[in-house]
């Protein structure tokens, strides 16, 4: 099993960046799938995450900017980054809470290799 995140860049202040993460390999069911981001000198922090039936969170301060989507056919989660700032340059990384075939229905997180996010001023 493995995720695989694509999409960062640098973006211009109030651009638009979409990141795609996509789950492999053997597995059963996915259920959360998500975003967190790590900034230099900061810890990771949680960014948004979308439930198998849909329900989706934010963080208050990307709420009303980026939009989560999930593809449970595809496995596969998109970020929307609209509206970009400064603060939100970061790597982002990709985490998906995934049965993989044979476990016995027990879940394990596992986590994209990260993509860089730069917004410019």
């Known amino acids: 099993v493995q995720l695989q995140a694509s999409g960062g860049g640098l973006v211009q202040v109030g651009g638009s960046l979409r990141l795609s993460c996509t789950a492999s390999g053997s597995i059963f069911g996915i259920n959360d799938m998500g975003w967190y981001r790590q900034s230099p000198g900061n810890q990771r922090e949680w960014v948004a995450n979308?439930?198998?039936?849909?329900?989706?969170k934010y963080e208050d301060s990307v709420k009303g900017r980026f939009i989560l989507s999930r593809n449970n056919v595809e496995n596969t989660v998109h970020l929307q980054m609209n509206g970009l700032k400064p603060e939100d340059t970061a790597v982002y990384y990709c985490?998906?809470?995934?049965?993989?075939?044979?476990?016995?229905?027990?879940?394990?997180?596992?986590w994209g290799q990260g993509t860089l996010v730069t917004v410019s001023s």
């Open positions: 979308t439930t198998k039936d849909g329900i989706t």
């Open positions: 985490y998906a809470d995934i049965v993989p075939r044979g476990s016995g229905f027990w879940s394990s997180v596992y």
